[in-house]
Antibody, heavy 122, light 112 residues
Framework: QVQLVESGGGVVQPGRSLRLSCVAS????????MHWVRQAPGKGLEWVAL????????HYADSVKGRFTISRDNSKNTLYLQMNTLRPDDTAVYYC???????????????WGQGTLVTVSS | DIVMAQSPDSLAVSLGERATINCKSS????????????LAWYQHKPGQPPKLLIL???TRESGVPDRFSGSGSGTDFTLTISSLQAEDVAVYYC?????????FGQGTRLEI
């Protein structure tokens, strides 16, 4: 079955960096766009970034643009989120999600990982 | 950027009764070429990842009970649960995927 497993979360000091990973299985990873979505404690869902199936197309939320980089390795079925210059307001559970329709990222997210918690605190 | 606004923020409905959640986008998310509204609804329960319920504003995702339905077009959308069950207690979000950033509504907490 389709599975997305995030890792790499933890506690990090403000200004430092962290890289999240999301390993996909059960589907043709290289055919689907992928997203990162986050949820801060007690808050709603916030879309963070997306990447096209071939890695050429990338888009970011204004709140992370210039600090976060989304990437993927289709040979490893893995999605990444490199997070630099972290701030306390980046504290959240980070979910990776699959864009439902192959070949397009203008789609809803039909599969979500369980999420990984990132805490930015001194 | 497109701003999504849900109403109400929270809602209490009796078991077996109808629940209605509204979502309004700051600009039209209807793509006239294919006549599709680029809107999804998600259900989010504590300790679980969000679950896709509705895509294209009104198409139920496979496996979603038929008591869930979506309607609307352009800028105004509605999620309706026709007969509330105990397992429907959750926070519900709308999301537009017409333009990046793919913004979510602020969420509606549904209680019994």
């Amino acid at each position: 079955q389709v599975q997305l497993v995030e890792s790499g979360g933890g506690v990090v000091q403000p200004g430092r960096s962290l890289r999240l990973s999301c390993v996909a299985s059960g589907f043709a990873f290289s055919g689907h766009g992928m997203h990162w979505v986050r949820q801060a404690p007690g808050k709603g869902l916030e879309w963070v970034a997306l990447i096209s199936n071939d890695g050429d197309g990338k888009h970011y939320a204004d709140s992370v643009k210039g600090r976060f980089t989304i990437s993927r390795d289709n040979s490893k079925n893995t999605l990444y989120l490199q997070m630099n210059t972290l701030r306390p307001d980046d504290t959240a559970v980070y979910y990776c999600t699959r864009a439902s329709r192959p070949g397009s990222f203008y789609t809803e997210s039909d599969c979500w990982g369980q999420g990984t918690l990132v805490t930015v605190s001194s | 950027d497109i701003v999504m606004a849900q109403s109400p923020d929270s809602l209490a409905v009796s078991l077996g009764e109808r629940a209605t959640i509204n979502c309004k986008s700051s600009q039209s998310i209807l793509y006239t070429s294919n006549k599709k509204n680029y809107l999804a609804w998600y259900q989010h329960k504590p300790g679980q990842p969000p679950k896709l319920l509705i895509l294209w504003a009104s198409t139920r995702e496979s496996g979603v009970p038929d008591r869930f339905s979506g309607s609307g077009s352009g800028t105004d959308f509605t999620l309706t649960i026709s007969s509330l069950q105990a397992e429907d207690v959750a926070v519900y979000y709308c999301q537009q995927y017409y333009y990046t950033p793919f913004s979510f509504g602020q969420g509606t907490r549904l209680e019994i």
